[in-house]
């Protein structure tokens, strides 16, 4: 081994490192995921003048002229709140095929059209005649969009030099290497260095430097190839969700140093690309819901809050006498831990035996429900599938759930209230603390202070 340089092994599952090779990873417990790369002690740099970087008062940091950048894409505008920051780093994830190739493209395009700026994208996996061919198939005709089949970051970089463009796609940051590495493309090293050296760079030019969007993909466990480092170093983590063989797509912000992470776009897959959603309620809810009045067995309505969005979501449950020594509890889109905690307080507080039970519960669309003012909704649809009996389809319910078995008022109501009248539903069941809100004479409340007591308005005890 060359004098200076040392040998580690990197798991390129977690990204976590140790001295000596292992079968098993001691972080993640992965098997087979630790790979060799050859490290160099290299001496820290100093400036010619001898000084580094040095502090400055904040009331004299030049505020950016130009902050945000809108991509004139609503949905995804609402997501970064308000467009993409200038100089910032974004990184997107997602399975293959979910179109994260597809979104960058149509972004390259609308930044293009709205400021007449020139867009650098830098595809390692496709040529340009690929990418032309997309371009064709989504309409976009701009010709200030250059593009680059590169995969050596080192010309990546000497290519945004000289063409000083005011975006950069890169797509994607697995197939790009650098020169300064032993190891290949897609390691663990390569990509977190390599989006390093990106920041380095990108940074370093303040506001004249352009935006970047980095594409990445995923591992089997549902995160982003490459250590958990790599999305430290990024200012905007976005994941595409969704069945790649489906219709919809829902991108949401897990990190964002410029805005909320709690806002979610909604796509349409169509041929001319991703459309954005305009009335996403329309989406999650069944026909039963949206033209009938007809009452269905353990299906509930449930006025959800993604950021400041009210969604109306369908959800629907299923119980049926187990035969299993344990009972089944399977959850799609909710938290089964959570899950669990609502059943005993089911049984403690309504008198539902349900211990012997296989309960499964669904999210209509794949919309994963976080916030806990869905627990009343989903005890509601279990309690109406157990007694079997219905419940009204404009009926919507929501309110979170104490282990007590009270119920707890909810944030933004009046925001949930007008989402459920502009769907036509005539009525909705909410925690009593909530009805001191303005009460409005379009939809009919009720409080209620007790889940046996929202179970009774219900109808289901």
Same mark, same amino acid.
């Given at each position: 081994?060359?004098?200076?340089?040392?040998?580690? #092994?990197?798991?390129?599952?977690?990204?976590? !490192?140790?001295?000596?090779?292992?079968?098993?990873?001691?972080?993640? *417990?992965?098997?087979?995921? =630790?790979?060799?790369?050859?490290?160099?002690?290299?001496?820290?740099?100093?400036?010619?003048?001898?000084?580094?970087?040095?502090?400055?008062?904040?009331?004299?940091?030049? #505020?950016?002229?130009?902050?945000?950048?809108?991509?004139?894409?609503?949905?995804?505008?609402?997501?970064?709140?308000?467009?993409?920051?200038?100089?910032?780093?974004?990184?997107?994830?997602?399975?293959?095929?979910?179109?994260?190739?597809?979104?960058?493209?149509?972004?390259?395009?609308?930044?293009? *059209?709205?400021?007449?700026?020139?867009? =650098?994208?830098?595809?390692?996996?496709? %040529?340009?005649?690929?990418?032309?061919?997309?371009?064709?198939?989504?309409?976009?005709?701009?010709? *200030?969009?250059?593009?680059?089949?590169?995969?050596? &970051?080192?010309?990546?970089?000497?290519?945004?030099?000289?063409?000083?463009?005011?975006?950069?796609?890169?797509? %994607?940051?697995?197939?790009?290497?650098?020169?300064?590495?032993?190891?290949?493309?897609?390691?663990?090293?390569?990509?977190?260095?390599?989006? +390093?050296?990106?920041?380095?760079?990108?940074?370093?030019?303040?506001?004249?430097?352009?935006?970047?969007?980095?594409?990445?993909? $995923?591992?089997?466990?549902?995160?982003? +190839?490459?250590?958990?480092?790599?999305?430290?170093?990024?200012?905007?983590?976005?994941?595409?969700?969704?069945?790649?063989?489906?219709?919809?797509?829902?991108?949401?912000?897990?990190?964002?140093?410029?805005?909320?992470?709690? !806002? /979610?776009?909604?796509?349409?897959?169509? !041929?001319?690309?991703?459309?954005?959603?305009?009335?996403?309620?329309?989406?999650?809810?069944?026909?039963?819901?949206?033209?009938?009045? !007809?009452?269905?067995?353990?299906?509930?309505?449930?006025?959800?809050?993604?950021?400041?969005?009210? /969604? &109306?979501?369908?959800?629907?449950?299923?119980?049926?006498?187990?035969?299993?020594?344990?009972?089944?509890?399977?959850?799609?889109?909710?938290? +089964?831990?959570?899950?669990?905690?609502?059943?005993?307080?089911?049984?403690?507080?309504?008198?539902?035996?349900?211990?012997?039970?296989? $309960?499964?519960?669904?999210?209509?669309?794949? =919309?994963?429900? %976080?916030?806990?003012?869905?627990?009343?909704?989903?005890?509601? +649809?279990?309690?109406?599938?157990?007694? *079997?009996?219905?419940?009204?389809?404009?009926?919507?319910?929501?309110?979170?759930?104490?282990?007590?078995?009270?119920?707890?008022?909810?944030?933004?109501?009046?925001?949930?209230?007008?989402?459920?009248?502009?769907?036509?539903?005539?009525? &909705?069941?909410?925690?009593?603390?909530? =009805?001191?809100?303005?009460?409005?004479?379009?939809?009919?409340?009720?409080?209620?202070?007790?889940?046996?007591?929202?179970?009774?308005?219900?109808?289901?005890?």
């Amino acid at each position: 081994m060359v004098k200076g340089q040392k040998t580690v #092994y990197v798991c390129q599952n977690c990204g976590a !490192e140790t001295a000596k090779w292992l079968g098993r990873c001691p972080s993640c *417990n992965s098997w087979n995921t =630790l790979v060799e790369e050859i490290r160099s002690k290299s001496k820290v740099s100093k400036r010619p003048d001898g000084f580094s970087a040095q502090p400055v008062l904040i009331s004299k940091v030049a #505020y950016f002229g130009k902050l945000r950048n809108p991509t004139n894409i609503k949905e995804l505008d609402q997501v970064l709140g308000g467009g993409i920051v200038a100089g910032s780093i974004i990184l997107i994830g997602g399975e293959p095929g979910i179109g994260k190739s597809t979104l960058t493209l149509q972004i390259a395009a609308q930044i293009e *059209n709205k400021n007449k700026q020139s867009v =650098l994208y830098v595809s390692g996996e496709e %040529s340009i005649e690929q990418i032309k061919l997309r371009s064709e198939r989504l309409g976009v005709k701009n010709e *200030n969009i250059y593009l680059l089949a590169e995969n050596q &970051l080192e010309n990546i970089l000497a290519q945004i030099e000289m063409l000083k463009p005011s975006l950069v796609i890169i797509d %994607s940051i697995q197939t790009v290497y650098s020169d300064k590495l032993i190891s290949s493309p897609g390691s663990v090293g390569q990509v977190r260095e390599c989006t +390093a050296e990106i920041l380095r760079t990108i940074k370093g030019k303040g506001e004249a430097g352009p935006s970047v969007i980095i594409v990445g993909h $995923i591992t089997k466990f549902g995160s982003i +190839a490459g250590p958990k480092t790599l999305e430290h170093i990024v200012d905007v983590v976005l994941y595409f969700e969704g069945d790649k063989f489906g219709q919809y797509r829902i991108l949401r912000a897990t990190k964002n140093r410029f805005g909320s992470t709690q !806002e /979610i776009g909604i796509f349409e897959m169509s !041929e001319n690309g991703l459309v954005g959603v305009e009335s996403p309620s329309l989406l999650f809810l069944s026909h039963d819901h949206t033209q009938t009045q !007809e009452k269905r067995v353990g299906s509930v309505v449930i006025p959800t809050i993604e950021g400041t969005r009210p /969604i &109306l979501l369908e959800v629907q449950a299923l119980a049926a006498p187990s035969y299993y020594t344990y009972p089944q509890r399977v959850c799609t889109g909710f938290d +089964a831990r959570r899950l669990a905690m609502l059943l005993c307080v089911l049984e403690r507080h309504c008198g539902m035996n349900v211990g012997n039970q296989d $309960i499964f519960v669904n999210t209509s669309g794949g =919309l994963k429900i %976080s916030e806990s003012g869905a627990d009343l909704g989903i005890l509601a +649809a279990i309690a109406s599938t157990y007694r *079997n009996k219905p419940i009204d389809a404009k009926t919507a319910v929501v309110g979170e759930v104490s282990l007590a078995g009270e119920i707890r008022p909810v944030a933004l109501t009046k925001n949930r209230i007008n989402e459920c009248v502009k769907m036509g539903f005539h009525a &909705l069941v909410r925690p009593a603390y909530n =009805l001191q809100d303005k009460k409005d004479k379009k939809i009919e409340m009720f409080g209620a202070t007790t889940v046996h007591q929202a179970l009774e308005i219900l109808g289901i005890v």
